[in-house]
């Protein structure tokens, strides 16, 4: 593969987190064998809207990805992100390293990010008051990059 610059352009591994299964492994079965990953919507009561199907993603433990701070900080659409890059890295035994870490880079696609942080957030603003609201509410929303 080649940019509009002409450079070269190496993908050394795929990662995976998809309603149809949270590993590649899972996934590309989930692929070969058909399975769809759309069902009833387990999140949130979604029972006031119209469609109350969707493509969840389910059975995911972000605390298998990194550690629990960071993922009580980072929204769930990020926790993805960062399992997705991590297990691309390991597919691709691939080290991040000193010497290779400015030639490295994750590319992911997200038209918003935290809608849930944001969700919570207007809750405990509007139960509990201004004062109660993380001070990480913003980071936590926007998608920004992580070094893996």
């Known amino acids: 593969m080649t940019t509009d610059s002409g450079r070269r352009v190496v993908i050394t591994g795929l990662g995976a987190v998809t309603p149809i299964g949270n590993t590649l492994a899972e996934y590309w079965e989930g692929l070969m064998s058909g399975r769809n990953g759309i069902g009833s919507i387990t999140l949130f009561d979604a029972s006031r809207h119209d469609c109350r199907i969707a493509g969840e993603v389910k059975g995911f433990d972000p605390h298998a990805h990194m550690e629990r701070k960071e993922a009580k900080r980072t929204d769930r659409f ?70 893996a």
Not at 78 to 85: D, G, L, R, T
Not at 130 to 136: A, G, I, M, T, W
Request: aromatic share 6%; net charge neutral; charged share 20%.
């Open 78 to 147: 990020a926790q993805f992100a960062i399992a997705a890059s991590k297990m691309a890295l390991a597919d691709g035994n691939f080290k991040i390293t000193d010497l290779n870490s400015e030639q490295v880079g994750v590319m992911i696609g997200t038209g918003i990010g935290g809608l849930k942080v944001m969700e919570e957030q207007q809750e405990i603003n509007l139960t509990r008051g201004p004062d109660r609201c993380s001070p990480f509410m913003a980071a936590m929303m926007i998608a920004t990059w992580r070094r």
